[in-house]
């Protein structure tokens, strides 16, 4: 058995990061990630005026519950969604006048349903060049508060950017949501929220967000149950076994649920209170996923699917589309290099078995995508290359590493 230490969450680490820096207080958050996506978000803090002292195993935030200690600020936001449509809200709170901007994977990604809504709200956003998109400048000075309604189909992020604005607000808000993807992305929100001191209450597709702040508190960062998807699934696929600690029956986080996956395919799966056991039976079976709720685990499955039986159909995914490149075509286009049939539509895909040959990944300065592809090589003959292996730094800057060294343990 090969026992898999996973960094921190990503979705958990920014969100920490924002409510550290709203709360009043001192906040120590214990095993945060360290990668281009947080540290991209904790500089932000730092450009806004936030006092941030990371650590190497804790960092230190303390939080300014009336906003941006900067009267003017220029963040830059790297590749990270989270930080450009995060941060725009808890800069709205406070006063003064702040430009975010982006690389350009970054400025191609929609933040319009965000920045709709905050104008609903009466603060002063300006795109600069195009309309919908980064970058940006807001105007801030402070949010009454009140009710909007929000298209959270192109992604959860923006929902959870109003969700954590809210207690910030003089009023508080009310939030209609309609067409949500990813919703157990919005639970962890609700969830460290109420860590935090704030309880969201929700009527149907309602949530109503109290005012009154947050207060800070010490918060444990879980393991990043995206990243773990890959170990899990590489264990499917190689028909041997790993546990992943401090991922168990009481995680935040939805994308945990691939092993569902993995378990209709034909892997054994153990969920335990501190850990989850993925053991490989040596066989794959075909299946149909609707993975809409889990969609940052689409490409995980996508590269291992011409190992399965029968076709493996993944279906209500568009929103993957709109991720760090086109995902679901990227993973279509690299398999199809490969020598696997495979189909697409607008939200689905669907892939033959076969037998992938060595190749170059493209992967489209997409963390995910390298990752995903790095699985599907342990059984590729000759294995396979990446034409952009660092973009791993998004999110696990060591994964090569890592797999690596799982390799060699299990003599591939």
Same mark, same amino acid.
């Given at each position: 058995m090969s026992?898999?230490a996973? +960094?921190?969450s990503?979705?958990i680490?920014?969100r920490?990061?924002?409510?550290a820096?709203?709360?009043?207080g ?10 281009d996506?947080t ?6 803090l730092?450009?806004?005026?936030y006092?941030v002292?990371?650590?190497p195993?804790?960092w230190?935030i303390?939080?300014?519950p009336?906003?941006?200690? #900067? ?6 936001? =790297?590749d990270?969604a ?6 725009p809200?808890l ?9 975010f901007d ?5 400025r191609?990604?929609?933040v319009a349903?965000l920045?709709r809504?905050?104008r609903t709200l009466?603060?002063?956003?300006r795109?600069?060049?195009a309309d919908?998109h980064?970058?940006?400048?807001v105007?801030? %000075? ?8 929000? %298209?959270a189909?192109?992604?959860?992020q ?7 604005t ?7 808000l009310r939030i209609?949501?309609t ?7 919005v639970?962890i929100?609700?969830a ?5 001191g704030?309880e969201? *209450? =929700?009527?149907?597709?309602t949530?109503s967000v109290?005012?009154g ?7 444990d960062?879980?393991?990043d #149950?995206?990243t ?7 264990a499917?696929?190689t028909?041997?076994?790993?546990t992943v +600690?401090?991922l168990?029956t009481d995680?935040?986080q939805?994308d ?12 054994? $799966?153990d969920? =335990?209170p501190?850990? !989850?056991t993925?053991t490989g039976?040596?066989?794959?079976s075909g $299946? !149909?996923?609707?993975?809409r ?5 689409m490409p995980t499955?996508?590269?291992i699917?011409p190992?399965a039986?029968? +076709?493996v159909r993944?279906?209500?995914v568009?929103n !993957?589309?709109v991720?760090?490149? %086109?995902?679901?075509?990227?993973c279509?286009?690299?398999l ?5 049939? $495979?189909d697409?539509g607008?939200d689905w895909i669907?892939?033959h078995p076969?037998v992938?040959?060595?190749t170059?990944? !493209?992967?489209?300065?997409d963390h995910r995508?390298a990752m995903s592809f790095?699985? #599907?090589?342990l059984r590729v003959?000759?294995? *396979?290359?990446?034409?952009? +292996?660092?973009?791993? @730094? @998004?999110t696990f800057p060591?994964f090569h590493d ?6 060699r343990?299990w003599?591939l």
């Open positions: 026992v898999v996973v +960094p921190g990503k979705s680490t920014n920490a990061l924002f409510l820096a709203a709360a009043e001192t906040t120590v958050l214990r095993r945060p990630l360290v990668s996506d540290e991209a978000f904790a500089q932000g730092t450009a806004l005026g006092d002292e990371p650590g195993a804790e230190r303390t939080g300014r009336a906003g941006p200690a #900067a009267a003017e600020a220029d963040v830059y936001c =790297r990270g989270t930080v450009a449509r995060f941060l809200g800069a709205a709170a406070g006063h003064g006048t702040f430009r982006a690389s350009p994977q970054m191609r990604r929609p349903p920045t809504a905050l009466g603060v002063d956003i795109h600069e060049e919908g980064l970058p940006l400048t105007v801030a %000075d402070g949010i009454k508060g009140g009710e909007i309604e929000l %298209d189909s192109l992604s959860s923006f929902l959870t950017a109003l969700l954590l809210g207690p910030l607000t003089a009023e508080g209609r949501v067409g949500l993807v990813s919703a157990p992305y639970e929100t609700l460290m929220m109420r860590r935090f704030v969201v *209450v =929700r009527d149907g597709d949530l109290p005012p702040g947050y207060r800070a508190t010490t918060y960062i879980e393991p #149950a995206s773990a998807s890959y170990f899990f699934a590489a499917a696929l028909g041997r076994e790993v +600690p401090g168990g995680a935040l939805g945990l649920r691939f092993v569902d996956v993995l378990e209709r395919m034909g892997a054994c $799966v969920i =335990r501190d850990a !989850t993925v039976t040596g066989r794959l $299946v !149909t996923a609707a993975m709720d889990i969609s940052d685990t499955l996508a590269a699917a190992f039986d029968g +076709p993944i279906e209500d568009y !993957t589309r991720k760090e490149c %086109d995902r679901l075509e990227a279509a286009s690299n199809r290099r490969q020598g696997v049939r $495979v697409t607008h669907e892939i076969g992938p040959t060595s170059e990944i !493209t992967c489209h300065g995508i790095a699985v #599907a090589g003959p000759g294995g *396979v290359t990446f034409d952009e +292996p660092g973009c791993v @730094k @998004k060591e890592a797999f690596g060294e799982l390799r343990a003599g």
